[in-house]
């Protein structure tokens, strides 16, 4: 498997951008198709969007579309979830996923996961 931190967390003003990332260690990262997911209090973890493994497709959540934008640098083993115009309904901790088939959207199909990254929008 491959070992997966996240970074970038914090609070933020609803309106405003954050730029989350996903550092890669222990496998060929442009094996791996990489996903994004959140989970808030009492609530089922969430897809968000996922990203392919040369970075050319990705797909998002509609509750995202349009806001977040995920990419990836294969050079640098990270992907990146850059979230603009936030809102309070996106607070959650965010966490990337790792797997060697692209297309789910069920937190179930990944096989890796990073400790996840609080993300608070006060309104």
């Known amino acids: 498997q491959v070992q997966l931190v996240e970074s970038g967390g914090g609070l933020v003003q609803a309106g405003g951008s954050l730029r989350l990332s996903c550092a890669a260690s222990?496998?060929?990262?442009?094996?791996?198709?990489m996903g994004w997911f959140r989970q808030a209090p009492g609530k089922e973890r969430e897809f968000v969007g996922t990203?392919?493994?040369?970075?050319?497709?990705?797909y998002y959540a509609a509750s995202v579309k349009g806001r977040f934008t995920i990419s990836r640098d294969n050079a640098k083993n990270t992907v990146y979830l850059q979230m603009n115009s936030l809102k309070p309904e996106d607070t959650a901790v965010y966490y990337c996923?790792?797997?060697?088939?692209?297309?789910?959207?069920?937190?179930?199909?990944?096989?890796?996961w990073g400790q996840g990254t609080q993300v608070t929008v006060s309104s």
């Open positions: 996923a790792a797997d060697q088939a692209f297309g789910y959207t069920n937190y179930r199909n990944f096989g890796s």
């Open positions: 222990g496998r060929t990262f442009s094996n791996y198709a």
């Open positions: 990203i392919n493994w040369s970075g050319s497709t990705t």
